[in-house]
């Protein structure tokens, strides 16, 4: 046998004093972890699927109402409703209001939107808002995440299959695993000479996106006018095709936005230059111009845009604008009355088109614009848009900083 070596007391000293060393740095790294930060509380069973409303309500009461400024539009994913308040994001029962899950970080809330059957919480640190937690709708146990550079502030938008980040100097398109599939704007570490992005100097006025593109309006420092790029994925997610139209006579601070992008199709609205009405044009993916709408007067700084089924809604302050979504071209609008006018832009359920009006819920037929019925809903005034989203026969409406449920 052979024997084994002797033990000095040196010997156990050092292998004590090592332990230690790993005991104290695995100690530091939790203490200073993402994990030791979260706290996170899954619901015990699963949320049901919401089936769809066959026919919209006869009638609608309030059933609950949550705080929720860190959304901008109700966050409904698979049958629960996120709100987002502080540090916290909260999975709601749709009828009851009830938390049923909830997670926190030790740091404040950007924004929550959604993708597919995720929430998508969106939290500050050092390096802006990057870091990205996605929580299943269903339960609240988290998925895929991410983390990186990005603006103090951003808006986050989504179509349900990605999710815009976008800041004044920077905006990154997420697809539903968090990967990146474009980065565009100033970058803090640079990883190859070429990924210069936005040169310096530039401003994001506004930007939206679909699945496959996103479209930014900026604001450069030796330029008068503003001009719109359109994004296209390339070979490296920080190296989008760009194509830059630009736009004469608009001026950083006209209140251009870009309101919609669907398939190779932009619409922007545009204020009048030089006596001209304001309007909204219709920009393809070569930068072409297929369409122009003139508008009665500039829209409110409150305007709010919702993608409802086939139709792009744009409420622009007293009345609103459906568009095709295929072609982004305007089919009718829904103008105010003597009694009642829109309050934000439309939602899609049961095959209608429904749309919050002073006092009430508005019906429409979606192909026509032709209204038909109101459903009497009691609002106090909030200053900004109603914004409307459904799940099955329930309606839920985010006025400011609160989400109220209505069934």
Same mark, same amino acid.
């Given at each position: &046998? ?13 292998? #004590? ?18 994990? /030791? ?20 309500? =006869? =009638? ?12 901008? #539009? ?52 050092? /390096? ?14 988290? %998925?895929?995440? /991410? ?27 997420? /697809? ?18 070429? =990924? ?10 506004? #930007? ?100 409802? %089924? ?38 899609? &359920? ?8 002073? %006092? ?48």
């Amino acid at each position: &046998m052979v024997r084994p070596e002797r033990r000095t007391k040196g010997d156990i000293l050092a292998a #004590a004093a090592i332990a230690v060393v790993v005991a104290a740095t695995a100690s530091l790294i939790w203490w200073t972890s993402d994990a /030791r930060a979260t706290v996170s509380r899954p619901a015990g069973v699963p949320a049901p699927t919401p089936t769809p409303a066959r026919e919209v309500p =006869a =009638a609608l009461k309030q059933l609950w109402t949550a705080a929720s400024p860190a959304t901008t #539009a109700p966050v409904v994913v698979s049958g629960t409703v996120a709100t987002g308040d502080g540090r916290r994001v909260d999975g709601r029962d749709p009828g009851t209001g009830q938390v049923r899950w909830s997670y926190a970080r030790d740091s404040d809330l950007c924004g929550v939107s959604w993708i597919y059957h995720l929430a998508v919480a969106v939290y500050k640190d050092d /390096r802006g808002c990057g870091q990205v937690s996605t929580l299943d709708g269903t339960t609240g146990r988290r %998925g895929p995440a /991410r983390s990186g550079y990005a603006d103090p502030r951003v808006r986050l938008s989504s179509d349900g299959t990605t999710v815009l980040s976008a800041g004044v100097t920077r905006l990154e398109l997420w /697809r539903s695993d968090m990967v990146r599939m474009l980065a565009y704007g100033e970058t803090d570490a640079r990883v190859k000479p070429s =990924a210069r992005g936005l040169h310096s100097g530039c401003r994001l006025v506004s #930007a939206a996106a679909s699945s496959s593109a996103v479209s930014v309006l900026e604001s450069c420092a030796n330029q008068a006018d503003l001009r719109l790029v359109l994004l296209r994925p390339g070979k490296e997610d920080d190296e989008p095709q760009q194509h830059v139209v630009a736009e004469p006579g608009i001026g950083a601070n006209s209140g251009a936005v870009v309101l919609a992008v669907w398939e190779n199709n932009t619409a922007v609205y545009l204020p009048g230059s030089s006596g001209a009405q304001p309007r909204v044009d219709v920009v393809d993916d070569t930068g072409t111009t297929v369409s122009s709408t003139l508008l009665p007067k500039p829209p409110s700084t409150l305007a709010a845009v919702s993608q409802a %089924g086939s139709l792009v809604t744009w409420w622009t302050g007293d009345s609103l604008m459906v568009f095709d979504g295929s072609s982004l071209t305007l089919r009718y609008t829904i103008a105010a009355g003597e009694t009642t006018a829109p309050l934000g832009p439309g939602v899609m &359920m049961a095959g209608r088109l429904l749309v919050p009006v002073t %006092g009430a819920i508005g019906v429409y037929d979606p192909v026509s614009g032709a209204n038909e019925r109101y459903i009497p809903v009691n609002r106090a005034p909030s200053g900004s848009a109603v914004v409307p989203a459904v799940s099955g026969s329930r309606v839920f409406e985010q006025r400011g900083d609160t989400v109220v449920a209505l069934g």
